[in-house]
């Protein structure tokens, strides 16, 4: 197992007593890039009880002191790897001098819970706490992207507690449910065609029942739409970008979200793109602007 880059290089700095206490992550790759570091990395989790990997892009700012963190979550059938190959982000967080995480959206390996379809079980683990078995044993994401990771990563790079999220589908969900289930950790929040309203449709409710149970109560706590509702503590100005030739838009529900926001009076900016559908195409042509609206809190 290797040090990350710049742990190694505080490591020669500082000699061995810095290192003392901590765990080492492995160190997969790590590639220059717009100046700055795009590293893959794997560590041992307690959230979800077995190896995790993670993109985490730095930019050349993170060689002298702690920079913000804008954590990115994908979609489904995706891993760490789709968004940090296939957005060009790194080009807008270099430019803006933030870190970029790349969580995975699962547990995976031998031993974790799976399902034959695309849509359940590893790659679709939704960024909840699965309450029910077989899932429970392993697929708590949300301790994993909200809690676990981040201490991580500020603890091993040049990363600071200063954080926004954004993401797209399955992950749009996450950033928007993450961000509003802690209110105070997190300082801008975003997301492309996420689904606003998992508890509505057939993606949500299959998944949600398997991780949560047949009672639709318990989703509420995961349901984008029903915590705008019931937000008091802090309301994050959200911006959501949707494309209306999506042919997932059924399954997203922007209009539920737009709905909910108008009656709580919760600041959201969504923008209906036309002729865009859901794929990375969409993201990249205003992949910009999401930097832009981050830029602001952070």
């Given at each position: ?16 007593n ?34 995790m ?43 803006m ?32 706490n ?144 036309p ?12 992949l ?11």
């Amino acid at each position: 197992d290797a040090l990350p880059i710049l742990a190694a290089d505080r490591l020669r700095r500082d000699g061995p007593n810095w290192a003392k206490g901590r765990t080492i992550m492995k160190t997969i790759s790590e590639n220059r890039c717009f100046g700055g570091v795009q590293g893959v990395y794997s560590h041992a989790s307690q959230a979800t009880g077995g190896d995790m990997t993670f993109g985490l892009f730095l930019p050349e700012e993170a060689e002298t002191g702690a920079v913000p963190v804008i954590w990115y979550l994908s979609g489904l059938t995706c891993t760490h790897e789709n968004a940090m190959t296939k957005a060009g982000a790194q080009r807008w967080a270099a430019e803006m001098g933030v870190a970029l995480v790349f969580p995975d959206t699962s547990p995976r390996g031998e031993g974790v819970a799976n399902d034959a379809a695309y849509d359940l079980g590893q790659g679709a683990g939704f960024y909840v706490n699965a309450t029910q078995a077989p899932w429970a044993a392993h697929y708590r994401m949300q301790d994993y992207v909200a809690v676990e990771l981040p201490n991580w990563i500020e603890q091993h790079f040049a990363a600071s507690d200063s954080r926004g999220i954004f993401g797209h589908s399955m992950g749009g969900h996450g950033a928007l449910v993450t961000a509003l289930r802690h209110p105070g950790r997190y300082r801008s929040v975003s997301a492309f065609a996420p689904i606003a309203a998992p508890s509505q449709v057939p993606w949500g409710q299959k998944a949600l029942t398997a991780y949560l149970g047949a009672d639709p109560q318990a989703w509420r706590a995961w349901d984008t739409a029903e915590l705008v509702a019931t937000a008091r503590q802090e309301k994050l100005h959200l911006l959501v970008d949707q494309g209306d030739a999506d042919e997932f838009l059924a399954q997203l529900c922007p209009e539920q979200l737009q709905a909910a926001c108008e009656a709580a009076g919760h600041p959201l900016t969504l923008r209906m793109q036309p002729g865009h559908d859901h794929s990375y195409y969409f993201i990249a042509t205003f992949l910009g602007d999401h930097f832009d609206h981050h830029a602001k809190y952070l």
